[in-house]
C-alpha cells in the first residue's frame, strides 16, 4: 500500500513538473510569435495578439488532449497560410514557433493517442507543411519528402518512447503478479502445514482409539458380548470421525476445493447417526414427520450437523438421560432435539467450548435459526428452523465443522 502511494505521490510531482514546463514554454513561444508576427505577416495591430495565441498556446493541450491541441495548432496554421499574406521579405508562410507548436503536438499524439489518429496527424502535418512551405521558397521550404520524412523521425522516435514505457510497466505488473502468487503459494503451503499437523495430532489419536477398541475384546479376558458389542459401536464411531477428519482437512490441502472422496451429510444420514447414538448406549427416541430426501443439500448438511453437535452435547453433559428427536418437514424443516436431566452426573470441567454458537452460525448461513435453553424439567433442548426453499450454499469450514463434533455447548 505504501508503494502504490509513493508511485502515485511520484507521478503526481512529475505531472505538476511538465505541467509547469508547458506553461513556461507556452509563455515563451508566445513572447516570441507576438513581436515578430508583424515581421512576417501583414496582419493589423490589435489582431497580431490572437494570431499569435494561435501559434504558441495549443502546446497547452499537449498532456491533456494532444490530438485537440495538433487539431487547433493544424487548423490555424492553414488558415493563416492561405488568408493572411505574409511579408514581401518573408520566405515562410507560418511562423517557426507555430512549426515548432506542430512539432511538439504531433510528439504529443504519437505518445498518446491511438494508432489511426497518429497516421491521420502525420499524413495531414506532412500534407500542409508539404505545400505551404514549398510555395515560401528559402532554407526552410525543403523537398516535397522533406517534411513527411522529418515528421515521420518525430512519430518514430515518440512511439519508440511509449513502447519503453508501456513494456516497463508490464514488466512491473508482471512483478506484482508474481509476488501476489507468491504470496498465495505461500499462504497454501502453510494452508497445507497447519492440515498436515491437525492430521497428525487429530487422526493420530482417532486411530489409537479404534486400534484400542477392535482389539480390546482380544487383550482383556472375560469381555462379555454386550461389552464387545460396545467395543465395536466405539470402534464404527471413531472410524467414522476419522474418515471425517480427513475430509475436512483435505479441503485445506485442497485450497478450498471439495475433495471428491468426502461427500457432505445430507439429511436422510441423521437416521445413521441416530443408530449410532442408540449404539453407544444413549436412550434416544425419535420421530420423523416428512421425507427427508426432499431437504435441499444446504438444509440437509446444516441438520445434520445441528442434530449431532446436539446428540454429542446431551450424551456428554446429561450422561443417561433419555433423548427425544422430532424432524417436522413442512414448508419448514423444524427439528427439536430435548433430553432430561441426566441418571449420574457430568464431569466437571468439561465446557466452555462453542457447540451452540457452531450450530447457530450453520443455521444462519441456511436461512434458518436456532434456540437452546434449559427445561422446566431441568433438562435441557435444542429447536431449529430451516428453510426448505433454495439457500445460499454452505461453504466446508474446517474450523466450524470441526467445532460441530468437539465442541461443548
Not at 428453510?387 to 461453504?395: E, I, R, S, W, Y
Amino acid at each position: 500500500m505504501k508503494q502504490k502511494r509513493g508511485a502515485w505521490t511520484r507521478s503526481m510531482n512529475a505531472r505538476m513538473w511538465f505541467d509547469a514546463f508547458t506553461v513556461l514554454v507556452a509563455i515563451v513561444f508566445y513572447s516570441v510569435a507576438w513581436p515578430t508576427l508583424h515581421l512576417t505577416h501583414a496582419v493589423p495591430v490589435p489582431v497580431q495578439p490572437f494570431i499569435a495565441a494561435l501559434a504558441a498556446f495549443p502546446i497547452l493541450l499537449i498532456r491533456i488532449n494532444p490530438a485537440l491541441g495538433w487539431a487547433i495548432s493544424a487548423g490555424s496554421a492553414l488558415v493563416i497560410a492561405l488568408a493572411i499574406p505574409h511579408q514581401p521579405n518573408n520566405e515562410i508562410p507560418i511562423q517557426v514557433v507555430h512549426i515548432l507548436c506542430l512539432f511538439a503536438l504531433l510528439f504529443g499524439v504519437a505518445l498518446r493517442a491511438a494508432v489511426p489518429v497518429i497516421a491521420v496527424a502525420w499524413a495531414a502535418t506532412s500534407l500542409l507543411l508539404a505545400t505551404t512551405m514549398a510555395d515560401g521558397g528559402g532554407d526552410l521550404a525543403g523537398s516535397a519528402w522533406g517534411w513527411p520524412i522529418a515528421l515521420a523521425a518525430v512519430v518514430l522516435l515518440a512511439l519508440m518512447m511509449r513502447w519503453l514505457v508501456q513494456s516497463r510497466e508490464q514488466l512491473l505488473r508482471k512483478e506484482e503478479e508474481n509476488e501476489l502468487e507468491r504470496a498465495r503459494r505461500t499462504i497454501l503451503e502453510e494452508k497445507a502445514r497447519i492440515a498436515r499437523d491437525l492430521h497428525d495430532v487429530v487422526a493420530h489419536h482417532m486411530s489409537l482409539v479404534v486400534v484400542q477398541a477392535q482389539t480390546a475384546p482380544y487383550r482383556v479376558v472375560g469381555v462379555t458380548p454386550a461389552a464387545r458389542a460396545e467395543f465395536e459401536s466405539i470402534g464404527a464411531t471413531a472410524r467414522e470421525a476419522l474418515n471425517e477428519i480427513r475430509g475436512m482437512l483435505g479441503v485445506l490441502r485442497s485450497d478450498g476445493q471439495l475433495p471428491e472422496h468426502a461427500p457432505q451429510p445430507k439429511a436422510a444420514d441423521v437416521l445413521g447417526l441416530f443408530e449410532g447414538a442408540r449404539r453407544a448406549g444413549v436412550h434416544l427416541d425419535w420421530t420423523i414427520d416428512g421425507p427427508l430426501d426432499a431437504v435441499p443439500e444446504t438444509t440437509g448438511l446444516a441438520l445434520y450437523r445441528i442434530v449431532q453437535e446436539s446428540l454429542s452435547n446431551a450424551s456428554r453433559h446429561a450422561p443417561g438421560a433419555p433423548v427425544q428427536v422430532m424432524i417436522s418437514c413442512g414448508v419448514d424443516v423444524h427439528l427439536s432435539v430435548g433430553n432430561a436431566p441426566g441418571a449420574v452426573p457430568a464431569k466437571q470441567g468439561d465446557n466452555g467450548g462453542h457447540g451452540i454458537a457452531g450450530m447457530r452460525a450453520r443455521a444462519l448461513a441456511a436461512g434458518g435459526e436456532v434456540t437452546a435453553g434449559a427445561r422446566s424439567d431441568g433438562g435441557f433442548e435444542v429447536r431449529a428452523r430451516l428453510p426448505l426453499g433454495p439457500a445460499v450454499d454452505l461453504p466446508l469450514d474446517p474450523a466450524g465443522a470441526l467445532g460441530s463434533m468437539i465442541a461443548d455447548r
